[in-house]
């Protein structure tokens, strides 16, 4: 009997793999910074709070995701009962008031993840000590008050001079109470460790105002870029070393800017032009993942494929190769998803897809977090349903009696567990239709685009059918106007000579990889002038 399960679990262990498609981790932002994702606005009640967090876990959950990366320290400021830092203005409207009637979001949060099995990973900014050059809002203890000497002022913000020991040991305090007080599953930073570079009036790149802090407590570095970046590398490996002596279960993970070095400066550098986390936020992420300093890093890949200063393809590459053993999750940009489809690049609803299975071609990646949680609950050109059915979906598993049933949109697999024999059934499935057929111009170009509800690898092509006034007529080969394997397609009206004056209506219908067709998709009619 037991031979007989072992076989079993074997055979089933192939299946699994052979169809499984979804990533290891499939996280989301929610940022609480201005309150860009949570909460929804000042001045709601405990009842209120809790009702829009359990929509933002219902709905991560909804769409396969399988972790929450939640800001909770958004500028030296808590969404935790914390005995260092105030409550934060964007949770109650003002600094230093906690919710009511009272509940600490963070523990409500983590309870609540965990029961629709999702990881909770808390987010921190740590050097970004005020959103805001003004003290006036911020209460009398607020860090940035009681030590001003540890702060600086850029754009903005108030932020920390990380070249200052005591800064760093403040931080590090604040990390060791989350993980030593909450459950959490992970500790996250994002890009912000020394600010972006601001130019002034004159288009000059304005100074960091950290040179005195330099001339005190250099280490002997004669070069301040070399000794902002072992500042930060100091942080990251005391953080490391800080949460896996408090509980070794947590992991912790960076997720940079998108682009290390530029292959010009550096030849282990990427083939781009865009800015540089190593050169201007002193952000070395190759020397985290080399020490192992990190149990995940995210970089933040926000380009469309194709772009010229900074390619997704080629980025993706470059991290791969370049991930040292490390989990390697891709930060994806859906907040620059274009619903109008005036931008013919994050307006091609299949450019996040695109990326996603470019990703997943490269073995080195594990997973993706999601950018950010507002963007997705307006469902940009149907990215959350191609999520759900598709790029987060988990293989679908269904056990009933002696039988267990692994499904595929072109093969339906059974495992027989009496006989030990798998047997694979042909079921052949007709592509769903497409969706949200719409227009846009630019001068005598017009440009048809729609949404595609199959996984693309299943997809053989697409036509589009033309019919003169606004009624459909029969679909056949007399009224095919073009054929093609993306999910639009551009014509200059001037090419063809009928397209003088008239109104036209044009559908779109899936051919799949089996011939199978789909029935057509909403119509769209066009006034040819």
Known sequence: MMKRVLFSVFFLFIALNFFAQSPKFKGVWVATVKMLDFPSRRGLSSYELKNELLDILDSCKSIGANAVIFQVRPAADAFYNSPYEPW???LTGKQGRAAYPYFDPMTFLIDESHKRGLEFHAWINPF?????????DLVNNHISKVHPEWCFNYGANKYFDPGIPEVQDYIIKIIADIVTRYDVDGIHFDDYFYPYPLKNQINQIIPIPDYNTFAINNRGFYNIDDWRRDNINRFVQRTHDTIKKINSDVVFGISPCGVWRNFGYDDDGSYTTGLAAYDWIYADGLTWLKNNWIDYIAPQLYWYIGHTAANFDVLVDWWSKHSFGVDLYIGLNIYNV???RTDPNWGDPSQIPRQIKLAQSYP???????????????????????????YFADTAILIAKNNILVRDTQVITWLNIDTNKVVFVKKEYPPQKPTNLGKYRIGSEITLMWDCQTELDSIKQFEVFIFEGKNVGNISDDNLFLITENNYVRFDKKQYYRFMTKKYTFVVKTISINGLESSISNPIRIKIR
């Open 364 to 390: 080195q990646v594990t997973g993706f977090i999601l950018y950010r949680y507002k963007t997705l609950i307006k469902n940009p050109l149907g990215l959350n349903d191609s999520l759900r059915n598709n």
């Open 338 to 340: 274009d619903p109008t």
């Open 88 to 90: 934060s203005e964007w």
């Open 128 to 136: 970004r000590a005020a959103a805001t050059y003004s003290s006036a």
